[in-house]
């Protein structure tokens, strides 16, 4: 019975030491657990913590590379302000039509030399250039000048031989009844703003003159209907006095060879007269309008078929292609008549055609 007693002490006891152990191997998983819910909730925080660090250099990155685009913004101002890029396109326009500058770069003295190197070869081409208008006197040449404005000479020169076979002199004319010339001239367009002129400076011609074409200009433009253009026509080939004629061929070459950048009429006179010698004004004018007419013509100029080619700015504005450029020449170049009934002997031994008469097939 003692050591029933006795046993049953000991199994008490060691049951009351399980029962004591039980708990602190129960609490020890429990702090394990809080352990490690600890360190669970210390790795959540620390991502958490760590993201806005990673996301720290991100703003800043983004920051730098913005900063650049505020640093460039200041330099692209000035290529967007329209204002100072428009006033220096308006300031060169007005300098380029008062003192205009030769090509590329071109000296003065280059520009006197190009430019007298192309009148030369032109003579060479055009060793017969003569007026394009019939006349036997002058007279008859500052009419005939008269009446080619707004039309071609071909036309003029068909005209007027009934024009001077019916009023000979200045005095016959000056005494036409006008509805007759008006007439005559309706071929040539603006007829009668055409006879009033040539009425009025018959008129002019006897009572102020005598009945004689004054060989000044300032006399010669006097006269109605006529003014610098036709006044040099007349000086230089009725009186052998030099002069430029400043017509629509020869102003739209001397701009194409940029001999002058200038548009009036008498600023083209002063420019190009600047660059020759005063003898070959009246020839030099009858080489550029020869040329205007045949081969540099203002639509389609033929390029291929110059002979100015290699000192021309221009040159391809027109066709180039050779063959191409053969079939847009004109007059006796392409093989046609020319613009006078009655042109010179020098013209008609070159191969030169005379223009048909007014009606002819």
Known sequence: MKKTAASKKSAAADGAST???????????AAKKSAAAKKAATAKKAPAKKAPAKKAPAKKASAKKAAPLKRQAPAKKPAVVPKKATAAVKGVAPA????????????????????????RELAEVYPYAHPELDFENPFQLVVATVLSAQT????????????????????????????????????TGFFRAKTKSVIGLSKALTED??????????????????????????????????GITVDTHFQRLVRRWR?????????????????????????LSHHV???GRRICHARKPACGACPV??????????????????KLLKYEKGGFPGQRLKPPQAYLDAGGKPAPPLGAG
């Open 309 to 326: 080619a290699p000192l021309c700015p221009a040159y391809g504005e027109g066709e180039t292609d050779p063959e191409k450029a053969k």
């Open 289 to 291: 309008i020869w040329h």
């Open 209 to 242: 003159f005598g009945g004689e074409v004054p060989g000044r200009l300032e006399d010669l433009v006097k006269l109605p209907g006529v003014g610098r253009k036709t006044a040099f026509v007349v000086l230089g080939n009725a009186f052998g006095r030099p």
């Open 152 to 187: 071609t000479d071909l036309r003029v020169n068909q005209t007027t031989p009934a024009l001077f076979a019916k009023y000979p002199t200045p005095e016959d004319l000056a005494a036409a009844v006008p509805e007759e010339v008006e007439e005559i001239l309706r071929p």
């Open 259 to 283: 001999w002058t950048e200038e548009t009036d009429p008498d600023k083209i006179e002063a420019a190009v007269g600047a660059l020759f010698p005063k003898s070959d004004w009246t020839d």
């Open 96 to 119: 380029k039509t008062v003192a205009p500058k030769p090509p590329r770069g071109e000296s003065r003295t280059a520009l006197v030399r190009r430019a007298r190197r192309i009148n």
């Open 19 to 29: 029962t004591e152990e039980a708990p602190a191997t129960e609490k020890a998983p």
